[in-house]
């Protein structure tokens, strides 16, 4: 049993705490944000991650895991401290460090034993260096420290099973010993574990998030040329990913990235290698193409509305979202793309309603007009078309036949190919995925 801190309990620090806690070791989450803290004393989580809630309140109850906003506090006999704070998107894509800057200096000017810091937030090549100088400039007096670098790969939404069971662990340090200390409290994972130096182990993080997108905006790319060609995206997908080499992930075609990471991962890369006067094409053009899919998705909505180039307005017209968060099983709103096209909607004059089983509450106060409802079906009632915008489970099982009573005109946009095209259309509705080849290409 080791003690160990977690330093910000968002997405990845309140994950991390609670499996560490669950492999046995007493740990100590700390957030300056006095509210989270207050309400995770109490039992209510901050975020929607399935499983959380339980694995929390489980070894809350057996007395290892506990939630504080003081240093002096959380430090109190710690051998390991995670730092799991927010690492957004700063002034033209490179990295805004402040928080991680914030709790370096907290820690050092609150450690007062050795210990080993641990940065599982996504951060740029050098910055565990430049944490070390921090935590150098601001300690009291020295105690001896070591930085180790272990990138996160959870993903939201299944982010407890991926951190019971990674792919792998990756460890960066240029102090050997402390890696492999680090190493030992990750062995009951049972996961591969690589030690690395520190800049390599921050760069594998962006390179593999970086890859991810790719594969991403490759898929939408091959989605636009399958509808000029009268080919379907998905059955080409599948058809890829039974190659081995490639793999069947990530190759859904759809509106494009969104979320907390990939954003801002592949622009804070982008902006590292210009900054280094490297030209980075590749991860141009992934920007580009995922940058295009939410206006395209707005533009082939008022294609199916029967609005022209000319007559680009939506007055009048009442468009229903299915989903807001950026991916489903979570609530998290960041740079989904929802956002953007409910403010696209909206500026064309549409009425704009949405449904979304967890992430209504985020969402309220970032798309103030638009009317949130309860339930799909209140949602439909009246609305001139649907778009599906979060591939949420309960959206594949929809009552068509319902819908199509309710909704004054029979439009759904399928913004994540959930349907079947023949299905939509023998169910009697004007229906468009992304990719499909059958929305009258003029073929040869
Ligand atoms: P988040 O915004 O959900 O949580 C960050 C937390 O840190 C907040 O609760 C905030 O109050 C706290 N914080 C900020 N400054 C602090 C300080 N000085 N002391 C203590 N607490 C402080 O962020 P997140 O989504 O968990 O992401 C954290 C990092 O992990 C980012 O670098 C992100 O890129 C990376 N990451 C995120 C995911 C994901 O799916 N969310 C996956 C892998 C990696």
């Known amino acids: 049993m080791k003690q160990i801190c977690v330093v910000g309990v968002g997405y990845v620090g309140l994950v991390t705490a609670a499996v560490f806690a669950d492999l046995g070791n007493r ?98 090549v050098g910055t565990g260096d430049w944490v070390a100088d921090i935590i150098r400039h601001h300690q009291a007096k020295p105690i001896q420290f070591s930085v180790v670098s272990c990138p996160e790969f959870l993903r939201e939404g299944s982010a407890i099973s991926d951190c019971l069971q990674p792919h792998r662990t990756i460890l960066g340090s240029m102090d050997h010993e402390a890696a492999e200390k680090v190493a030992q409290l990750h062995l009951s994972l049972r996961a591969p574990i690589m030690i690395t130096d520190l800049r390599t182990a921050e760069m594998i993080k962006y390179a593999s998030n970086a890859f991810l997108a790719t ?75 995922n940058d295009d899919r939410r206006p395209m998705a707005v533009n082939r909505l008022k294609e199916m509305l ?69 339930d799909p079906y209140a949602m439909a009632e009246g609305c001139d078309a649907l778009m599906v915008l979060t591939e949420w489970n309960e959206f594949k099982q929809l009552d068509l036949a319902r819908l199509k009573v309710l909704m004054k005109q029979t439009i759904i946009f399928d913004g994540r190919n959930i349907y079947d095209p023949a299905q939509m259309a023998a169910a009697g509705f004007h229906y468009r995925g992304l990719g499909r080849g059958y929305n009258g290409a003029n073929l040869l």
Do not use: W
């Open 27 to 124: 740990v100590i989450g700390l957030d300056i944000n006095e509210e989270k803290i207050a309400g995770l004393n109490k039992g209510i989580m901050p975020i929607y991650e399935p499983g959380l809630e339980e694995i929390v309140s489980h070894n809350v109850k057996a007395g290892r895991l506990s939630f504080v906003t003081s240093y002096p506090q959380a430090l109190n006999g710690t051998e390991f401290v995670f730092i799991g704070v927010g690492t957004p998107s700063g002034v033209d894509g490179e990295a805004d460090l402040r928080y991680v800057a914030g709790a370096a200096q907290s820690i050092a000017e609150n450690m007062t034993a050795p210990l080993i810091i641990i940065n599982k937030s996504t951060v740029p």
């Open 215 to 289: 594969k991403i905006s490759f898929i939408n790319e091959i989605a636009n040329v399958c509808e000029a060609l009268g080919a379907d995206v998905k059955e080409v997908a599948v058809g890829m990913g039974y190659d081995k080499r490639i793999g069947p992930q990530f190759l859904d075609a759809g509106l494009g990235y969104g979320g907390s990471c990939f954003p801002k991962d592949v622009k804070a890369l982008a902006y590292m290698a210009a900054e280094k006067g490297r030209h980075p094409q590749l991860l141009r053009a992934v920007m580009e193409i």
């Open 306 to 374: 029967g609005n022209d180039e000319t007559n680009t307005r939506l007055d009048g017209c009442t468009i229903g979202l299915l989903g807001l968060s950026f991916k489903p099983n979570t609530d998290d709103m960041r740079d989904a793309p929802s956002i953007d096209i409910a403010r696209m909607l909206l500026a064309d004059g549409a009425h704009v309603r949405a449904y979304d089983p967890v992430a209504m509450n985020i969402a309220r106060p970032l798309l103030p007009e638009v009317e949130m409802f309860l």
